[in-house]
């Protein structure tokens, strides 16, 4: 198998949670999971903002908040054989911001049962690029019995042969 791959650019600003750019003939992205829970109280925001005088309050009281609960069960198994050539070329590969689990993958790669939890507040939210933030105020009330529980009972396998 022969693989040839040409290109000027890769440009990514943002990438979130269990996301990925793959580049090649062979890219084995299985099984990969993400749960989260986010409260905002004002939101993502873009680039080139100005936000004055805002009161932003998150309430969030549970008796158990955002539980989470993972059981996969993954297996993979490959085998390949003959002759392997690869030759990859690019000028730049240029990533803003990567969130958990994000990757970027150029050739081969196998990236086998990917799995992230998360619970977030924000008072204000996630900023991208320049934003200006004047004379705010913020209020996060989460006051839960159980915060966010994780029960990550996933079973994973993965094995790569390759001859040639």
Do not use: C
């Amino acid at each position: 198998m022969e693989v040839t791959i040409n290109f000027d650019q890769i440009q990514v600003k943002s990438m979130d949670s269990s996301s990925g750019i793959f580049v090649g003939q062979i890219n084995h992205a299985y099984g990969w999971n993400s749960q989260s829970k986010s409260n905002m109280g004002f939101g993502k925001i873009g680039d080139h903002n100005v936000m004055a005088n805002i009161e932003s309050v998150v309430y969030d009281d549970d008796h158990v908040d955002a539980p989470m609960i993972n059981k996969s069960v993954l297996t993979e198994n490959k085998e390949e054989s003959g002759a392997h050539h690869s030759e990859i070329k690019f000028a730049a590969i240029e990533v803003g911001t990567m969130d958990t689990n994000a990757t970027v993958s150029v050739g081969e790669s196998s990236q086998a049962g990917w799995s992230s939890q998360a619970k977030s507040n924000y008072g204000n939210g996630t900023f991208v690029g320049d934003s200006v933030l004047t004379h705010n105020k913020s209020i996060i009330k989460d006051d839960d019995v159980v915060d966010s529980p994780v029960n990550d009972q996933d079973r994973v396998s993965s094995s790569m042969i390759q001859q040639g």
